[in-house]
């Protein structure tokens, strides 16, 4: 059975910080990439960053141009764990974020991604 549970959201002032987790079960983690998107009230899912692991202590990330400089995504596959580094936070980042799975080898734009966790808030005040 699939799982992604995120952790870590919550309410920040404009300029802090926050960081998700997502503890993921039931499928070969260090084989597929890992991602984070969100969906602010009233809009549509938004890509956020993804990574996937190409060996060694390398890994390819891509990041949406509208949080680059100030989220980062990284992963442990010892942990099963993606994460999302938040810095910078400004209100128009208040949204819910989930952590997505696809296959490694399905990646791409405009592919779907297979697994889906239910999603954590984040709220940022001005």
């Known amino acids: 059975q699939v799982q992604l549970i995120e952790s870590g959201g919550g309410l920040a002032q404009a300029g802090g910080s926050l960081r998700l987790s997502c503890v993921a079960s039931?499928?070969?983690?260090?084989?597929?990439?890992m991602g984070w998107f969100r969906q602010a009230p009233g809009a549509g899912r938004e890509f956020v960053a993804a990574i996937r692991y190409t060996g060694g202590n390398t890994y390819y990330i891509d990041t949406a141009d509208s949080v680059k400089g100030r989220f980062s995504i990284s992963r442990v596959n010892a942990k099963n764990t993606v994460y999302l580094q938040m810095n910078s936070l400004k209100p128009e980042d208040t949204a819910v974020y989930s952590c997505?799975?696809?296959?490694?080898?399905?990646?791409?734009?405009?592919?779907?991604?297979?697994?889906w966790g239910q999603g954590t808030q984040v709220t940022v005040s001005s």
């Open positions: 039931g499928f070969m983690f260090s084989q597929y990439v």
């Open positions: 997505a799975a696809v296959d490694r080898f399905k990646y791409g734009p405009g592919n779907p991604f297979d697994y």
